[in-house]
């Protein structure tokens, strides 16, 4: 037993903690942060952490989405359809990327620049969340509704696409599955999204979780502190959901999800960053370039709206679904 105790096992089991919290908390990023942070652990290869990453999310969502349940928060009729349409997608993704490949090392790179990639499309979801919710709250469509109808066909792809995704990479139960159900159905509280998401993602994962280990077996000695650290993680992060102001951990997530793509990309060889060396001064500086410029960007977006660059109303009011522009007596939020 004592031999399972190294700084590796204390390692994984921290980074399993805190991509808990945030996924309790938001309903986002867990295989988004916690692939890469395996990978930059050097724990295992990208289809063994992708194959441990997704074994410990059957687990840990488990416990943020009944939290969620108790709390009367998921949609299940949405849930229903996403999952219809994302479970056969999430077993037959492992599939598609082993036909195409039997070399080992071949099929870590394909794995690592899909990841790459899917990670930069999760930061590009995010950061559009905030501007599609920017553009109801101007147009006064920002009106909660809790139990809309359901939009079967839309609905289903969307499932598919996200369980797809999820497959192959482990990205995309929370994040692009998150902002296709923000678009499709604008009304959703924000409490009500992360719930019905945490809900459909669980046996979304254990569809892909159960394929890709069929296709490459299980490590124990990754998934077993994984788990210990990640279900303490996301409940403790599910309690909190309904009192922590979420726009500032997203936008934290936005720089960190740009980064890890970036860097898994460099990491890969992907020809266009050079196949024979990495750059890390390259990713720092595009993590403060993200930074440092998105605020300013979204500043002038704000102003194109008609609103000031910064101050009211901040990030928080604005995926408030009960804000309405000109109310007095809000509480400030630094939106800086």
């Known amino acids: 037993m004592l031999e399972f105790l190294t700084i590796t096992f204390f390692s994984i089991l921290a980074a399993g903690f805190f991509v808990g919290i945030v996924v309790g908390l938001t309903g986002m990023g867990g295989g988004a942060l916690m ?13 063994t952490v992708v194959t441990a990453d997704l074994t410990a999310a059957a687990v840990y969502k488990t416990g943020g989405a009944i939290v969620h349940k108790r709390e009367g928060s998921p949609n299940m009729q949405l849930a229903k359809w996403l999952m219809i349409g994302s479970i056969p997608m999430a077993l037959l993704g492992p599939h598609l990327v082993a036909w195409f490949t039997d070399d080992v090392d071949e099929l870590n790179h394909v794995l690592i620049i899909c990841i790459g990639f899917a990670l930069l499309l999760a930061a590009a979801t995010y ?21 809309p109808a359901i939009r079967v066909v839309p609905t289903l792809l969307v499932g598919m696409l996200g369980g797809l995704l999820v ?4 990205v995309g139960s929370g994040s692009v599955i998150m902002i296709a159900l923000l678009m499709l159905y604008p009304g959703l509280s924000a409490v009500r999204l992360v719930g019905t ?25 990754i998934l077993v502190p994984l788990v210990i650290g990640s279900v303490p993680g996301t409940i403790l992060g599910s309690m909190l959901a309904p009192r922590v102001p979420q726009s500032f951990i997203r ?20 020809a266009p960053l050079g196949e024979d060396e990495t750059h890390p001064m390259l990713i720092a500086g595009i993590g403060l370039v993200v930074l440092l410029v998105l605020p300013v960007v979204w500043g ?5 709206q008609g609103l000031p660059m910064f ?19 809000m509480k400030k939020v630094d939106d800086s």
Not at 202 to 212: D, E, F, M
Not at 313 to 321: F, G, N, V, W
């Open 127 to 147: 950061a559009l969340r905030l501007y599609v919710n920017l553009l109801r709250v101007r147009s006064g469509r920002h009106a909660t509704d809790d139990n």
């Open 197 to 221: 998401d945490l809900v459909q993602a669980v046996p979304l994962v254990l569809a892909a979780a159960i394929s890709n280990i069929a296709l490459h077996g299980i490590d124990w000695a």
């Open 35 to 47: 692939t890469p942070a395996l990978l930059f652990l050097g724990v295992g290869e990208a289809a």
């Open 311 to 329: 101050g009211q109303p901040t990030i928080s009011q604005l995926e408030d679904p009960s804000y309405r522009p000109g109310l007095v007596g």
């Open 167 to 170: 497959g192959i990479t482990s």
């Open 251 to 270: 936008r934290g997530i936005v720089v960190v999800l740009t980064m890890s793509g970036v860097a898994l990309l460099d990491k890969s060889g992907w």
């Open 300 to 304: 002038f977006i704000r102003k194109s």
